[in-house]
């Protein structure tokens, strides 16, 4: 073999071989070629069956396992000979050479390949006898019957794995022979069989092993579990199957069996649906009752339930088309056939892959296949139903689901990737919305694939003047025009509201508040035709928003919205011109008035006759009335005019006490709201407006177009627009005023707060016991029976007792998750309390130094003994520290004394007994010498917790002896002649030596316990009042104590509770640190490592102290050990935002599941006996009972959906070698992904997509457990969606809680779980809630002052803000938080998100819409919360703002949010739009605020109007117009929306932290942050409703402590905030020059403070905020990175990261639409006001105002550009040409220096104008600039393309050089630099850190 070949061979063996997963269950390293079979060969699971044998017999017999490689070649070759398939070349060619190697290896010779069978064989029976395969069940069995637990995995761990490997290779060995020969001896043919039977339970299974039985998982010995397996078997009913069906031997044929023959269904999608079956019905059957065991049955009852439910949807789509449902009588249909239609049903939903978002659909699909169904169980014989069946069998997918999926994508294809208009084509909603008419009928049984329904649209042209497709099918009922309009279309009763409220005041103010005059009422009455106008734009808005589905949508929706248009033109124009006309009639003198009077008829009857059915149609306590009247046509009609009916969103009404509730919210805002503005918006205004009306001709400055003739229109205008913005905005700021307040309320009532400090856990601890008795512990039965039930002691010893294991677990999570140290997990952990002394045992970290405070108490007192008794007792803990060490004491010395030893001690304590009983302790005994007793006692304790040696035996009698001396001379005061006897005795046995000659050393655990925990007692001196000191675990006890005394549900026992499923949607993301990423160093020199130490770092000394290291160890030490270092890498990897982590939180559900079922282990006939028994609180061992885990499995499921598991698989990525690692490590733990798998047909390579479910087997790989095919590409629409979908088939449960991969849990939160399951079924209003809203910690606040900002942001809103839109608003959706689902509802319903291109970006909130249209209902709880990550970065916030704020765009345009608008009831609605959409349109109205203000003041002092009429404002001392034109925007409104965040902090942290956070996040400039948060939302979601262009976006979820390159901020922010923020401070600067403001300098700095200080926060926040902003070195590093970036071309392929060319084409790239770009010319004219306003004022024109003045400033432009397109000619013409370039250039230059100079010197022009005249063309070619940018295609058709792109770069350079200037300035001095370390990382320092270590850099690593 050449040296080539070898080393090539080398390298494929150590590709294949490499090490992937770390250890297998066994310890051992996992390698070899298994595991990485190509996906097109893994339909043949042989193959990698087959090499994981090989690789574990390889050292035993290297020719055997050659055979099997050899074996599994030829399985491959015969799968793929021409190895076509996606790796199968690389697969075959490593594989060979893996066997070459074998052969290299062997002895000399050539090998006899007729002897492999024989060596086969021979290995076989070799291999049994080696393993002892005879013994190994029956040791395993006996194990688990004894129940002996030893080591982490225990014993019995190590058996079964043994055990299921050593099976597992015979099974493969077996397999092989046999398909290598048919000639196997009879003996070992059985002995195979034998073996093969013992490996059922090998056959992968997910939670029940259905097909495959085994002892080992207790889960199929539960009654209800057997009762729901029997439910399903073959009735009598069914038709026979044919002979040939394949069932598998270890179970009996079920009704499922038949619905897979019948329709073709994949054997795995049945085997899932199966186990789906079963568990719901064998849950429901837990909630009624537990079956009997003898006999285990379903109940009708539970079927009942889970048919209900399941079928729901259905049975409703069924009566709204008005269609009869496939069985003629629900009574009539049994219990079998109940639970054969749901099985139906989840055969189809689960089989469905897409089409799993069109529920109707499927109701559509479920009612014909049942039809179908019931034709065929007439027949005798069962029959393959003619719907699924074709040429090639039969199968469900191909006939039913993929025709439909076909179409889809074909649409889903034409949406350009989301660039197309939403219009052009259908989405999800479409195609389900075409469900909601009987016109689907049409599509018939099987497919009319004819339809136009299925009619595939042409593909999108290119052409952008052509880029509609051909022939396609229109929208369905609703299209998404991208249009700001959809605001008033959705919200339009708002608008119309708000407008008729503000024309209202304005009467009146108007009026002088003159109500009573003929004249108020004539105007008044004008809001008539207002409300009659508004309608009809209504209903315009209804026909243009139509457009598009006007083919497709149903006769009558398109009848009605024409009649409403025709309806309301009528209306509009009859009562406008009634209005009219009656007025002029009404003004003339004497008139009659008969036209006004009719007018004040029409109108009267119509508003009553419009409020009279807003109150039937809105008000819910007369739905019921209105439902009954719909039985009248004219009221059908009326109703149906009014309201649009769809299949969702009928019945959106509450109870009434909810309605009033949400109505009174609502009166108080409104009342709030319109008071300030006609007291402080509207009347002051009156006056100044009457003034510049009536104002007779003022003198402008430039050229007056418009309000010259038109009483100043203009200047009226921009008074009263900030004032109209202002008035549009100001009710988003009540609410948000209000919803503090009563969410503060709220949440004082539910009782957050109360325990806010470790000092309030230590006082109240000794209620905690009762209070989670009464909430978390499931409620117990009346307990008079008990024989201690009459002493209070008891039952408080009782409670503690079944408290202490929940408290002791949790402190021992602390403890490994390295918050606590040992010492302190030793004085938070808390006794049994099972033991005989009578009274509680506290935790010692309540009684720590209580002894000697009571000591000293004792000792200097003088008082008597109920006065010393009294002192001691004020302090509660120390009480129980004496009456402990009192009662400790006794119980001790009397188990280790024996004879006359127990004598005294008995002697000695009835002594003390009555001298307590006489008041005379401190008569008869000397407590002064209190101090020696205990140092005696501390003396014999110290010795008797060490283990018994000869030595310490002596010791312990001295000690004693000492005490008996010290107690008897030294102690006792009493007289002792009454018990002389006694004493003498004693004294005799002292001086004999026979006193204590021998102790009974302790030897029970419990004995052992006490000695200790008094030992400990007696020598904790220092204080533990602050303890824990790590703060957060401070903040989880402190929650978890207070959550105790909330108002929760009681607990069900654990066998009775809900189940539900755990869903994680991960993509991509960092699943574990590798040690390189660890110790990587960034630019600064600073490792992740590194980093986490200084953050953490008393974590980092508890974890080196977990795995027995030093604390000062060094990092490096512990790369020795390979365990350490998989230590380290999960210890770094809890502290950031990796799957890791939240694996490891949602993993505690199932921990505190097995320990509640542990501790509940018990028959419900003799509850009290078995919870009193001295094991009721034992939970050694717990995590390794079978019957915990299999309860726990029962109830509870974990799903991570990791899209592309089976791609990194492939291509070997560290994330699914990760993936494998945590399922080894999580039993429980399953991974869904999508197998993109390439298989041969006909000589092509075809892709198939696979959805598979798989967990960790015992090799340290991952096993199949279920492999679904689908149709095609699941991702038709957005990714997350749709990753979730093809998973939660796999999902189990009556709940599903979704968890994004940066989430966190607790164990003590945890233990709430089944409390907030409840929930389910408590009252929460008129409707059962869907979704549980869920509490969240965000986690992330301590890593730098932004994250802390962002941190309260966020917790403002998922706390106080989630409780108030809950309760009372009933308006809470579902915001990608933690919260719990009801899964059946849902996945009945369309799933738990949308995922249609684009408009469900953000897929979250979705959910709530859909569920809230559905007849859902949304509750929020508080009680129990989940951790959360969070972006801390700057960039990474605002990339993630974005995103939310383009997600909200996308919203706006939606039918979810105008279905809502239209059909909430008023206040409902109004709670719904400013907490959704109107939320980010008042922040973009913010914004817009400031331009309307600052435009009018420029158009004020630009056209002279504004010095005009403060000059006459003096003259006539008009005070009222001053005030408005100075002072009308000092309302600011950014301290306002901070109360929510402030009343939160008091709630929950106390009026003095809340103003400390308030004052240090104002300190560190949060301010300036929230500003620019500002500016981030008003930008995106203004684009994204202009333009579109709204995508994921990942933001990334690591720790930001590096430096941000200025080039990157710049290209981040450019267009979204430098830009506006320099047109402001262009507008500011306008302003300053040329207004007029008699306050002089303090005037205009109160008028423009807020909007210099948004200004600048726009400009500069981006370099405040970032680390090493300010550092010389990185600014001169940054300023030549982005001169690189700004001058480099690029070309093809290059990235916006590396060229501003390409960056600009992307930053263009929104700009697709005609009407985009007619928008975007638009906005841009008003940068030509400037130059219009300038001209006019300088000194060169004098007072001429004519358009010449302007005609020639625009020649001296053109001018200016012509210089300029000279001066940046391109160079790269001809060499001959450069010398003439460069005269010609010279020659301008000299040209324009001499004629300037020529112009200032000989005409009137200025230095000031010159300036001036910069000012002026600035923005004018910017204005140029974005609508040249906007008409990019016809600026290229021109050839202009070029200069507008150099005229951008100019653009571009001087604004970033403006920015970059007062960086380099402030860099100069080294103060700023540490003054803003200091500011960003405030947080770390008060934590005693040096963050200056991380950001300094110079290799911090080394030195450490």
Same mark, same amino acid.
């Given at each position: ?39 097109? &060969? ?82 076989? +029976? ?118 040939? !069906? ?96 749901? #099985? ?145 279309? #959705? ?142 046509? &004219? ?56 003034? /510049? ?48 307040? *009563? ?75 390295? *918050? ?65 060490? *009192? ?110 000659? +021998? ?8 004995? +052992? ?31 978890? %104590? ?47 490592? !590194?980093?986490?130490? +200084? ?193 939660? /088939? !796999? ?63 966020? %917790? ?235 995508? *994921? ?47 002089? %300098? ?263």
């Amino acid at each position: 073999m050449s040296r080539v070949e070898d080393l090539w061979e080398r390298l494929v063996r150590a590709a294949l071989r490499r090490e992937r997963t770390g250890k297998d269950a066994l310890g051992q390293p996992v390698s070899g070629i298994a595991g990485y079979v190509p996906s097109s &060969l893994a339909n043949n699971r042989d193959i990698d069956a087959i090499l994981r044998a090989a690789d574990e017999i390889q050292e035993e017999d290297p020719n055997v396992s050659r055979i099997l490689c050899e074996h599994a070649y030829s399985l491959a070759q015969n799968l793929d000979p021409n190895s076509e398939g996606r790796g199968v070349l690389q697969f075959k060619t490593g594989l060979m050479s893996v066997i070459k190697q074998k052969l290299a290896k062997r002895e000399v010779g050539t090998i006899d390949r007729s002897q492999d069978i024989t060596r086969l064989q021979e290995f076989y +029976k070799r291999y049994r006898e080696k393993n002892s395969v005879d013994k190994l069940r029956e040791e395993e069995m006996l194990l688990r019957e004894s129940g002996v637990f030893s080591g982490r995995l225990g014993e019995l761990e190590r058996k079964t794995v043994k055990r299921k490997r050593v099976f597992a290779t015979l099974k493969v060995l077996g397999m092989v022979l046999e398909q290598l020969t048919q000639e196997i001896p009879e003996e070992l043919k059985q002995v195979i069989d034998s073996d093969a039977a013992m490996t059922d339970d090998l056959v992968a299974y997910n939670i029940v092993p259905l097909d495959a039985p085994t002892v080992a998982n207790a889960i199929v010995s539960f009654p209800e579990v057997q009762a729901a397996v029997s439910a399903l078997k073959y009735f009598g009913d069914l038709p026979r199957l044919p002979e040939d !069906f394949p069932i598998p031997p270890s179970r009996n044929i079920d009704m499922l069996d038949f619905l897979h023959f019948v329709f073709g269904f994949q054997k795995d999608n049945v085997s899932n649906q199966r186990e789906h079956i079963v568990l719901l019905l064998a849950n429901e059957q837990s909630r009624l009752g537990i079956p009997d065991e003898n006999e285990p049955k379903l109940g009708e009852a539970a079927v009942q339930r889970v048919f209900m439910k399941s079928l729901d949807n259905y049975i409703k789509w069924c009566d709204y088309l008005c269609i009869q449902p496939v069985w003629s009588s629900l009574e009539a249909v049994g219990k079998e056939k109940k639970i054969l239609f749901v #099985s139906l049903y989840l055969l189809i939903w689960g089989e469905a892959a897409n089409i799993r978002f069109l529920p109707e659909c499927l109701c559509y699909i479920f009612h014909h296949m049942a039809r179908e169904m019931d034709e065929i169980l007439r027949q005798q014989t069962a029959q393959p139903a003619n719907s699924c069946t074709s040429e090639n069998g039969v199968s469900f997918l191909d006939q039913v689901i993929t025709p439909l999926y076909g179409v889809v994508a074909a649409e889903a294809a034409n949406n350009d990737n989301g660039r197309a208009p939403h219009s052009a084509w259908r989405n999800y909603d479409d195609f389900n919305e075409y469900f909601w008419s009987l016109h689907c009928f049409e599509l018939s049984w099987p497919w009319r694939k004819s339809s136009s329904f299925f009619l595939k649209p042409a593909p999108r042209s290119k052409n952008l003047l052509n880029p509609g497709g051909g022939k396609r099918r229109g929208k369905t009922s609703f299209v998404e025009h991208r249009s700001f309009l959809h605001l008033y279309h #959705s919200f339009h009763r708002l608008w119309i509201f708000l407008v008729m409220m503000f024309q209202g005041l304005a009467i009146i103010g108007f009026n002088d508040e003159n109500i009573n005059s003929r004249k108020f009422l004539r105007e008044v009455l004008s809001l008539g035709p207002t409300y009659v106008v508004m309608k009809f734009f209504e209903s315009v808005l209804d026909v243009l928003m139509m457009y598009g589905a006007y083919s497709t949508s149903r006769r009558l929706a398109v009848s009605r919205i024409f009649l409403r248009f025709i309806w309301f033109s009528f209306a509009s124009v009859f009562i406008t011109f009634l209005y009219v006309k009656g007025v002029q009639e009404d003004s003339k003198p004497n008139a009659r008035s008969i036209i006004f009077r009719l007018y004040v008829i029409v109108i009267g009857i119509y508003a009553g006759f419009q409020f009279f059915l807003s109150f039937l149609m809105r008000i819910p306590a007369c739905h019921r009335l209105t439902n009954q009247c719909d039985r009248w046509p &004219l009221m059908r009609f009326i109703h149906w005019m009014r309201e649009e009916r769809y299949y969702v969103g009928r019945g959106l009404y509450e109870r009434s006490t909810d309605f009033i509730k949400y109505m009174l919210f609502w009166l108080v805002i409104l009342s709030g709201k319109f008071s300030f503005a006609y007291f402080l918006q509207i009347k002051p205004l009156v006056k100044p407006t009457r003034y /510049i009306v009536d104002m007779d001709a003022v003198e402008y400055s430039w050229h007056d177009f418009v309000s010259r003739n038109n009483h100043h229109a203009l200047a009226v205008a921009s008074l009263w627009a900030p004032v109209i913005a202002i008035y549009l905005l100001d009710i988003y700021i009540f609410c948000t005023l209000m919803s503090a307040v *009563y969410g503060f309320l709220l949440g004082a009532r539910d009782r957050l707060g109360e325990i806010r400090s470790v000092e309030a856990v230590h006082t109240r601890f000794k209620e905690f016991p009762q209070a989670f008795m009464y909430t978390l512990h499931f409620p117990r039965p009346n307990r008079t029976s008990h024989p201690s039930s009459g002493q209070a002691v008891e039952e408080k010893k009782f409670v503690a007792a079944r408290f202490s294991p929940f408290w002791n677990e949790i402190i021992k999570n602390l403890r490994e998750e390295d *918050y606590i140290t040992n010492l302190e997990m030793e004085l938070l952990l808390m006794p049994k309390n099972s033991g005989s002394l009578p009274l509680v045992q506290w935790p010692l970290f309540l009684l720590a130094s209580k002894i000697f405070y009571a000591k000293d108490i004792a000792v200097e007192s003088r008082d008597s003994q109920d006065e010393l008794w009294e002192r001691i007792s004020r302090d509660e803990y120390m009480k129980y520290a004496v009456e402990e060490f *009192y009662h400790t004491l006794k119980f001790i010395l009397t188990e280790t004394l024996e004879a006359e030893g127990r004598m005294w001690v008995e002697r000695i304590y009835d002594d003390i007994n009555v001298s307590v009983e006489k008041r005379s302790i401190h008569v008869d005994f000397q407590l002064t010498k209190l101090p020696l007793v205990i140092s005696r006692v501390t003396a014999l304790m110290g010795v008797l917790k060490e283990a018994e040696t000869p030595v310490l035996q002596k010791g312990a009698v001295q000690a004693v002896q000492d005490l008996y001396d010290v107690v008897r001379h030294d102690v006792l005061s009493i007289n002792m002649r009454e018990n002389y006897e006694t004493w003498n005795l004693l004294s005799k046995a002292r001086t004999e030596g026979r006193l204590f000659s +021998k102790l009974k050393w302790p030897k029970d655990a419990e004995l +052992k316990a006490q000695v200790k925990r008094l030992h400990s007692l007696l020598t904790i001196k220092d204080s533990a009042s602050n303890i824990p000191r790590n703060l957060e675990a401070r903040r989880r006890l402190e929650f978890f %104590t207070n959550s105790l005394f909330m108002d929760m549900p009681p607990a069900k026992p654990a066998r009775e509770m809900l189940s539900f499923c755990v869903f994680t949607p991960y993509y991509s993301e960092i699943v574990l640190y590798s040690m390189d990423e660890l110790l990587k160093k960034n630019e600064d020199g600073i490792s992740i490592l !590194f980093y986490l130490q +200084k953050i953490y770092p008393d974590e980092w000394k508890n974890f080196l102290s977990r795995i027995g290291r030093d604390e000062n160890s060094q990092d490096t030490e512990l790369f020795d050990s390979p365990s350490d270092i998989l230590e380290l890498r999960f210890w770094a990897s809890y502290r950031a935002q990796t799957l890791a982590r939240t694996v490891r939180g949602m993993m505690y559900y199932r921990k505190a599941l097995m320990l509640q079922a542990y501790l509940e282990r018990m028959t419900s006939g003799d509850t009290e006996a078995a919870l009193s028994s001295l094991d009721a609180t034992d939970t050694q061992g717990f995590e390794l009972s079978r019957e915990a885990r299999a309860h726990a499995d029962l109830k509870f499921t974990y799903v991570v959906t990791s899209q592309i598991y089976g791609k990194q698989k492939e291509d070997q990525k560290p994330e699914a070698a990760d993936i494998a690692l945590l399922m080894q490590r999580n039993e429980a733990l399953r991974v869904a992904f999508i197998d993109d798998v390439e298989t041969l047909k006909d000589g092509k390579v075809h892709r198939e997509f696979y959805s598979k479910l798989v967990k960790g087997d015992i090799n340290g790989k991952d096993k199949e457990i279920y492999s679904i095919k689908l149709p095609g590409n699941p991702k038709l629409g957005e990714g997350k969606p749709e990753n979730q979908n093809h998973a939660v /088939i !796999f999902t189990r449960g009556n709940a599903i809680q979704t968890i994004d991969m940066n989430q966190d849990n607790y164990f003590e939160e945890a233990l709430k779980m089944r409390n907030l399951l409840e929930e389910f079924h408590a009252d929460h209003g008129i409707r059962p809630p869907t979704i549980l809203g869920v509490r969240e910690h965000v986690f992330t606040g301590s890593v730098s002052s932004l994250a802390s900002f962002m941190s309260s942001q966020e %917790t403002s809103f998922v706390t106080l803000g989630q409780r108030v839109l809950a309760n009372p608003l009933k308006c809470r959706m579902h915001y990608g938080h933690p919260d719990v689902f009801d899964r059946v509802f849902h996945i009945t319903r369309g799933g738990i998100s949308k995922a249609s291109r684009v408009i469900n970006i953000s897929e979250d909130i979705y959910a709530g819409f859909n569920t809230t249209l559905r007849q859902g209902n949304v509750t929020h709880h508080e009680y129990i919360q989940v951790g959360k990550g969070r972006d801390v970065g700057l960039n990474q916030i605002a990339v993630f703002e974005g995103k939310v704020a383009g997600g909200n765009g996308e919203q706006v345009l939606s039918r979810d949010v105008y279905r809502l608008g239209q059909l909430f009831d008023f206040f409902r609605m109004m709670s719904f739009y400013f907490t959704t959409v109107g939320y980010y349109f008042c922040t973009m109205l913010t914004v817009l605020t400031v331009y309307a203000f600052l435009y009018g003041k420029t158009y004020l002092a630009l056209s002279g109007v504004g010095e005009e009429l403060q000059v006459r404002a003096q003259v006539t001392e008009n005070t009222a117009l001053t005030a408005a034109l100075n002072t009308q925007f000092l309302f600011q409104i950014g301290i306002f929306t901070a109360v929510p965040m402030v009343l939160g902090i008091i709630l929950e942290q106390g009026f003095l932290a809340a103003v400390v956070n308030f004052i240090t996040m104002q300190l560190q400039l949060c301010s300036v942050f929230f500003t620019f948060s500002l500016g981030t939302r008003t930008h995106y979601f203004g684009r994204t409703i202009l333009h579109g262009g709204a995508r *994921y976006q990942a933001t990334g979820r690591g720790f930001v402590v590096r430096h941000i390159k200025f080039s990157e901020n710049y290209r981040l922010y450019s267009r979204s905030h430098f830009v506006k923020g320099l047109e402001v401070v262009l507008l500011l600067i306008v302003y300053i020059a040329y207004g007029y403001n008699e306050g002089g %300098t303090l005037g205009y700095i109160l008028l423009s403070i807020s909007s210099w200080f948004m200004a600048l926060s726009w400009l500069f926040a981006p370099y405040l905020f970032n680390p090493s902003g300010f550092e010389w070195q990185k600014v001169v590093e940054d300023f030549r990175d982005w001169t690189n970036w700004l001058f480099y071309r690029g070309g093809i392929g290059v990235k916006g990261e590396e060229s501003w060319e390409a960056w600009w084409d992307e930053e263009l790239s929104h700009i697709r639409t005609f009407s985009g770009r007619i928008a975007e010319t638009i906005l841009s004219l008003r940068f030509f006001i400037f130059q219009y306003g300038i001209v006019y004022k300088l000194n060169i024109q004098g007072s001429d105002t004519s358009l010449t003045v302007y005609g020639l400033s625009w020649v001296v432009f053109a001018v200016l550009i012509l210089l300029f397109k000279v001066f940046t000619f391109s160079q790269k013409i001809s060499v001959n040409f450069q010398l003439l370039l460069r005269f010609i250039q010279g020659l301008s230059l000299l040209v324009a220096l001499a004629g300037l100079s020529v112009a200032v010197a000989i005409t009137k022009l200025s230095i000031p104008d010159v300036f001036a005249c910069i000012l002026a063309f600035v923005p004018t070619g910017w204005g140029i600039l974005c609508i040249a940018s906007a008409w990019k295609p016809l600026m290229k058709k021109l050839g202009l393309w070029k200069s507008v792109r150099s005229i951008a770069r100019l653009y571009d350079a001087g604004m970033g050089m403006l920015i970059f200037i007062p960086i380099a300035m402030f860099s100069w001095f080294p103060f700023i630099s540490t003054f803003q370390t200091r500011l960003m990382f405030n947080q770390a320092f008060s934590r005693g850190l040096e963050i200056s270590l991380i950001l300094a850099g110079n290799n911090p690593n080394t030195e450490m």
